[in-house]
């Protein structure tokens, strides 16, 4: 189930190069990203909302420094202990 929201831009966004389109796609992947990293939703979810594959997404999220495992110490033990 998705709704729909609209989003007042300034002008300058659409003034460096890109199109409406480009902007409308960016907007939605930084959105999507930011309530990810908050931990709002689920990698799916913001994949979802942005048009992209997880796997897609994910890359993309680590490329601008989103952590996509967030583990305690803890985990980060159990996980590596058998390395």
Known sequence: ???HLAID???CLSLQGKD???VE???KFLLALKYFELG???SGQAASMCGM???AFL???SRHGVPVIDLSEEEMAQEFAHV
Do not use: G, K, Y
Request: glycine content about 0%; hydrophobic content about 30%; proline content about 5%.
């Open 1 to 3: 189930m998705t709704t």
């Open 9 to 11: 831009l300034p002008t």
């Open 20 to 22: 409406r389109a480009e």
């Open 25 to 27: 796609q960016r907007s």
């Open 40 to 42: 709002e939703i689920t």
């Open 53 to 55: 594959s997880r796997a």
């Open 59 to 61: 890359q993309e999220a």
